[in-house]
């Protein structure tokens, strides 16, 4: 990745999360545009994308447990984002550090729990998103 690049990124991130907080109670109302989730409906059984509106409404509100309990997978990528942004830092002032694995087997590993978990959340109740 070229040096402009990376600069761009450092300064164009905080400048997005900026005015996605100045933007958040917007963003939020835009929740009533959204459907019922028809396999929710239909089964009573949570589908993977399944919270995921109240977990990024609750994570903008800054209760970050009750986005992951909401879906997981939305902080999950948060803070793989938030990883590489460090890295990214780090590659502008000549560190090579890596924050996150590299290897197949890890992130094998992480998409099967994720699996795991969205099968779980039906059947535990502890797992399963907050009703409003």
Do not use: D
């Not at 990024?56 to 942004?85: D, K, Q, S, W």
């Amino acid at each position: 990745m070229s040096k402009r690049l990376r600069i761009i990124i450092a300064a164009g991130a905080p400048f997005l999360i900026a005015v996605i907080f100045a933007l958040r109670n917007y963003i939020i109302s835009l929740k009533r545009f959204f459907p019922e989730c028809t396999f929710h409906k239909l089964t009573g059984y949570w589908c993977t994308g399944c919270g995921n509106t109240r977990c990024v409404e609750a994570m903008l509100h800054g209760h970050i447990i009750t986005a992951v309990r909401n879906n997981a997978l939305i902080p999950f990528l948060c803070l793989l984002l938030i990883l590489l942004y460090m890295e990214n830092i780090g590659a502008l002032f000549g560190r090579n550090i890596k924050l996150l694995p590299r290897k197949g087997l890890f992130w094998g590993f992480v998409i099967g729990a994720f699996i795991v978990y969205f099968i779980a959340r039906n059947f535990i109740p502890v797992l399963a998103p907050v009703s409003e």
